[in-house]
């Protein structure tokens, strides 16, 4: 079964950094690019980053370039995303989700940027 | 990395039809067979329904069907059930290699 968990998300204020992880299971990780996703509070879902299965090629919004780095790990079958310079507008459910066609999502994980 | 158009609510009765219509450019939508369509229930993470524009995936019913044409991808869904109620939203591939989603649809069941 596949399985995605996201975790590390938290209150952060305005200015400072984070840094997400999603593990992954049940599949064979080190074939399929990886993708993060965001939510606003009551809003619509935004694509934030692409990493291909090679980190290869790695792809950013244009709201989060500059500021947030996607990476993973195939030997620990893990995604990141650090984010750094974090603004209020920043505040959402962030997603890790498989493969191009996101196929497969995992549960989420909250950040809020706030003072 | 423009958003696309989608209609913010539609509604149905049970065991109607209604489509959705994701609009976007020559550049995303129109360019590329690469559009998806994801269902979301309150509080829970979205679910993949209609890859490459038509593909279904294994355990999505077939009331379920995507389509295109230029610039436009729709989804149908036939026979309404109450459970189908929830939010939709498209998804494609840019000509930036990056990937945009629409608004998002509220589907209510009548």
């Known amino acids: 079964e596949v399985q995605l968990v996201e975790s590390g998300g938290g209150l952060v204020k305005p200015g400072g950094s984070l840094r997400l992880s999603c593990a992954a299971s049940g599949f064979t990780f080190s074939s399929y690019s990886m993708n993060w996703v965001r939510q606003a509070p009551g809003k619509g879902l935004e694509w934030v980053s692409s990493i291909s299965s090679s980190s290869s090629y790695i792809y950013y919004a244009d709201s989060v370039k500059g500021r947030f780095t996607i990476s993973r790990d195939n030997a620990k079958n893990s995604l990141y995303l650090q984010m750094n310079s974090l603004r209020a507008e920043d505040t959402a459910v962030y997603y890790c989700a498989r493969d191009a066609d996101f196929d497969y999502w995992g549960q989420g994980t909250l950040v809020t940027v706030s003072s | 990395q423009s958003a696309l158009t989608q209609p913010a609510s539609v509604s149905g009765s049970p065991g109607q039809s209604i489509t959705i219509s994701c609009t976007g450019t020559s550049s995303d939508v129109g360019g590329y067979n690469y559009v998806s369509w994801y269902q979301q229930h309150p509080g829970k993470a979205p679910k993949l329904m209609i890859y490459?524009?038509?593909n279904r995936p294994s355990g999505v019913s077939n009331r379920f069907s995507g389509s295109k044409s230029g610039n436009t991808a729709s989804l149908t869904i036939s026979g309404l059930q109450a459970e189908d109620e929830a939010d939709y939203y498209c998804s494609s591939y840019t000509s930036s290699s990056t990937r945009t989603f629409g608004g998002g649809t509220k589907l209510t069941v009548l």
């Open positions: 490459e524009v038509s």
